[in-house]
């Protein structure tokens, strides 16, 4: 399977402040990354879908101004969490996806990033 | 609305002893099921994947089964390791909508 890194793999920041936490693509050009939110002992949430070039798409309920997301190239996505809250504390992954395969098929998994918000 | 449950919702079996884990859905239309196994503060990895056509999948110790009548799948660990544990988490992918409905998970610990 492909390599898919994410930046930091844990922070700890204080309420108010912004974190930036990046996803690579080591193997192979994503045009699509998807980033998902996951709180103790619950199933992935997927927050949005980000595609290279062009604005992300958010899921219901996902505040878009309040996680920014960038993907600036095929190889590098951000998620920003604007203003983090205490409540904002998660677990953070990214997946990627090959350009050339389809959706759930040739999604590869970041090894997270865990947030906590003090 | 689109689900995917799994149970049990957390297991304990000693080291060497085979176990079972299960998942219903009722994502419609189905494209295809995946079995990603997620280590504490890691990441899901990928077992198996199965598409509507496969009954049965395998990959080491792994087995899948799929019965796409029930919307039922199963994950069979044989000879289990300590590595096994781990949360095993059941994803169901919707044809139409190309989204992933992720199940809440089996956390399965294996013991001496």
């Known amino acids: 399977g492909a390599v898919v890194s994410q930046h930091p793999s844990r922070v700890i920041c204080k309420s108010g402040t912004s974190v930036k936490i990046e996803c690579r693509s080591l193997?192979?050009?994503?045009?699509?990354m998807f980033w998902y939110r996951q709180f103790p002992k619950q199933s992935l949430m997927l927050m949005a879908t980000s595609n290279e070039g062009s604005k992300a798409t958010y899921e219901q309920g996902v505040e878009k101004d309040k996680f920014l997301i960038n993907h600036a190239s095929l190889t590098l996505s951000t998620l920003t969490v604007t203003s983090a809250h205490p409540e904002d504390s998660s677990f953070y992954i990214c997946s990627v996806q090959d350009a050339g395969g389809k959706v759930g098929e040739t999604q590869y998994f970041g090894p997270g990033t865990r947030l906590l918000v003090l | 609305k689109n689900q995917v449950e799994q149970s049990p919702q957390s297991l304990i079996i000693l080291e060497g002893k085979n176990c079972t884990l299960q998942?219903?859905?009722?994502?419609?239309?189905?494209?295809?099921l995946r079995w990603y196994k997620q280590d504490t503060g890691r990441g899901p990895v990928s077992l198996t994947i199965m598409t509507f056509s496969e009954n049965t999948k395998s990959n080491g110790r792994y087995t899948a089964t799929l019965d796409a009548d029930t919307k039922q799948s199963s994950l069979h660990i044989t000879a289990s390791q300590l590595s096994d544990s781990a949360s095993y988490i059941c994803?169901?992918?919707?044809?139409?909508?190309?989204?992933?409905?992720f199940g809440t998970g089996t956390r399965l610990q294996v013991t001496l």
């Open positions: 998942c219903n859905y009722t994502v419609s239309p189905f494209s295809n």
């Open positions: 994803v169901v992918l919707n044809g139409t909508a190309s989204k992933l409905t």
């Open positions: 193997d192979f050009q994503a045009t699509t």
